[in-house]
């Protein structure tokens, strides 16, 4: 059975720990905190059941998916024998410097190490590394077993066969990765993230359009395709002839618009007064945490039922 070491047991690092042991991989969950790795296993004892209620343990029972999962202290532990550790530390660079020379020092030299990181390019806590060449990120959006997408970055110096390796275990592991051709700020899906909510914060900093009703343009409009399409399949089924069809029809009204999208709102600016006061009238801040549990009980039916549409309907 592939040895999967996750270094750092947070929220992403358990979540991590589920996708893997989930997909039949022998999960060895590291923190030096002491009382953590304890900590992550009891969490993803509590989820489990849910997972399972929903189809989405691949048949497993929770207690045959939670056997596949150990804890320690020790890094070294939990590198040995790993073919792949997914690092889970704070988006710090200091931090990820010391943590990487460690880990490089410790993990046997066919081990892909693999950066969760959402903000932090690759090159610049691995140029020193004397493994270098088998560094990259591998960052999900959080959680991973509910959310498949996960962006798999290269560095300037990581090799062919690193990236391979990672992408081809991302898709075991029943994740659906987006293989970079090389590093950029932000990746592919905060870039595409910030684009719509530079325009959102917009629309209410002018006074165009309340909070809830950006919401609704999202969550009752584009959103319904794009859980099961993404754009340019979109906009290729959204015009008789196609993507050319589509661009020859409505790029006009797009190059009209855009030059109104070049002024950035300051997120933290009176805007932020507006959106609080709205977003606290529909959800106290003492809801959050309720609310944060229907979200992904929501994203579990949602995934059960992309799955079920999957082999109903085809993909």
Known sequence: MTKIAIIGSGFIGRAWAITFARAGFDVALADHAAGAPEAALAYIEGVLPDLADNDLLNGASPQAVRARLSATTSYAQALDGAAHAQENAPEDLAIKKYLYEELDSLAGPDTVLASSTSALLPSLFSKHLKGRERVCVCHPIN??????????VPAPWTSADTMARAADLMRAAGQSPIVMKKELDGFVMNRMQGALLEEAFRLVADGYASVEDVDI???EGLALRWSFMGPFETIDLN????????VARYQQIYERISPDQ???????????????????ARLPEDGLAERQVWRDRHLMALAAHKRKAAKDIGS
């Open 143 to 152: 959680p991973p077993y509910l959310i498949p997408a996960v962006e798999v």
């Open 217 to 219: 343009g999202i969550r």
């Open 239 to 246: 015009a008789p002839g196609g993507v050319a069809d589509y």
């Open 262 to 280: 070049w002024r950035r709102v300051d997120w933290a600016g009176p805007v932020l007064e507006t959106v609080l006061a709205e977003r606290r």
